[in-house]
Structures are given as C-alpha cells and as structure tokens.
C-alpha cells in the first residue's frame, strides 16, 4: 500500500498539467480574438527582453500550440511567456517523471487486495475508477510535451528570462533563484546564458524591490548568505552586511510562522559585524520596508523554505 499512496500524487500532477495545458491553449479564430493579443509596443525591447525567440537555441523552429506561444511572446506578449514557461516546465518535468510513473502505475494495478482492510479497498478501487477517465486528459498533455523537439525544450530559460524581464512575479523569482541552472543539460550547450544572466540580475533585483516582492527578499537573502551556493550566489558575492540587511527586513515584514527561525538567524549574521555595520543596514531595512513594501506583512507570500521555480499550473 506504501506504494500505492506515493503514485496518487504523481498522477495528479500530471492531471493538473493537463488541465492547465487545456486551459491555456490560445482560443481559435472562430471564438474571438484572445484575450491578451499580441503587443507589438515598445515593452518588446525593454531590459533585453527582445530577443529573437522564434528560433529556440539549438535551431530549428518548434511547431503547432508552442510555436504560437512563441510568435507571441517574441512580440512582446507577457501572458504568452508566461504560458510558454510554464507549459514548458511542465513538460521538462513531466518526462523526468515518465518512466517512474509507468512503473509505480504497474505497482498500482497489480497490488493485491486481499489482505487490504475495507476503508483501503474502497480507496483503491475509487483509485482505479478514476485512471480511465483522466485518462484522455493525460493523453492529450503527453502528446503537446511529444510535440516539442530538443531545440524547443531549450526554450526553457529563454523563455523564463523573458517573463522575468517583461515582470512576471513567479518567473522573475525563480529565474533569479536558478537562472539557466533551471535546466542543466541545456545550459551545457548554451554556457553564454550564464553571462545573460549575470546581466540581467541587477534590474531584477531592483524590479522586485520596487514592488515590494518578498520572494525576492527571501532569495537575496539566502544569496549574500557567507559560503552560498548557486549561481545567483556566485554573481553576487558573499557579503555579511548584505546578508544581515535582507535578513532584518524579511524580519521586519515576518508572519509569526517565520520569527523564530529568523530570529536565530539574525543573531549569527549579527556577530559578524562591526555596530556601525549593523547600525547602517538596519537603518536600510526599516526604510526599505516603510518605502518600497509600505509596512506590509510577507503573511501569503512563499515561506523560507518554498521552491520559488513550483509553478501553478491554474
């Protein structure tokens, strides 16, 4: 039964892959124009987000519900990068997971129930009835994912980039947590993304500080943290004071879930510092958190700990 208990999980998010995937497809010609058309303003070209993204990295050109996204999205349409990067992730994720989920599957269907209680008998069969049923759902997902060739799947980061430029919150959050480490394998062909993305790193810290982003705080934090890892780490540099400055406004705007832990951690930070040190930034974080997130509480905002790259998939 452990077993069993651990595939649910997987099936459902794939099942909310296919639903955000069904969701998102770009409406038809015969249902009206979308929503968020395409816009061919200036906001195209703004912190470098303009760059050709029609032809992924790798070259050759994606096809059908991907390739739409793309043309849109290289013209400057923020909810078609948004989409791109999400459906994207989606797919990265969803072949990671495929050949776990096909043996788990096999786990599930040929579990014996002979010697389960009648609570778990009536859960595993209520189990079973509903693989049938999500089952087109799922397939119509796996067959958008099989429709992406390499060099679309290297839009990945692109894409993300993008989103972060044009101000999405989530893609601005996780493209500084991870920048092209999101994707690995494709970073190994396209090692000229990490000095994009050491570009772009100051105008999205500065973007998620004017609006009051948390998430961002909390990254930062972690960032300038003595002896991090990562990449956002690795540009920014090790910096106590630094450090200590973003630990005390995450401090300032804390729920009470978070007090405690930040608590210790600004009495680590503040050993490492000279009064003057400690004076200057915490002089910076009680006028930073009055003038940029107007004495609001980081209450709703992702925890310490949260992934910032888990995208929603609504």
Known sequence: MRKIHIIIPLILLALAGAYWLGRSQPRSPSNGADAMDVDTSA????????????????????????ADLLA?????????????????SLC?????????????????????TRDMTPAQLEGYRAQLDG?????????????????????????????????????ESRARACYLAMGPGLDN????????????????????????????????????????????EGLLAGVLGSDPARHFRYLKLYRLGAGPGDVAALDR????????LSPEQRSEAEEWAESTFRRDFHGRSSVGAPGLDRDPCVFPYE
């Open 43 to 66: 906001s195209a070209g703004q912190g470098g987000a303009g760059a050709d993204l029609s032809t992924v990295p790798g070259g050759g050109r994606a096809r059908g519900y991907f």
């Open 72 to 88: 849109r999205a290289d013209a400057g349409d923020l909810t078609a990068s948004t989409r791109l990067y999400r459906g994207l």
């Open 92 to 112: 990265h994720r969803l072949r990671a997971m495929d050949w776990s989920n096909a043996m788990l599957a096999n786990e599930l269907l040929e579990a014996q």
């Open 131 to 167: 693989i049938e049923s999500r089952k087109q759902n799922a397939q119509r997902m796996n067959e958008r994912c099989a429709d992406t060739d390499a060099a679309m799947m290297d839009a990945l980061v692109p894409s993300l980039r993008r989103a972060a430029q044009l101000g």
């Open 185 to 228: 394998r494709a970073l190994a062909r396209h090692p000229e993304w990490i000095d994009q993305f050491r570009g772009s790193v100051p105008g999205l810290i500065d973007a998620g500080m004017a609006a009051g982003d948390w998430t961002v705080v909390n990254i930062l934090r972690n960032a300038y943290q003595p002896d991090a």
């Open 265 to 272: 951690q600004l009495a680590v930070a503040e050993a490492r």
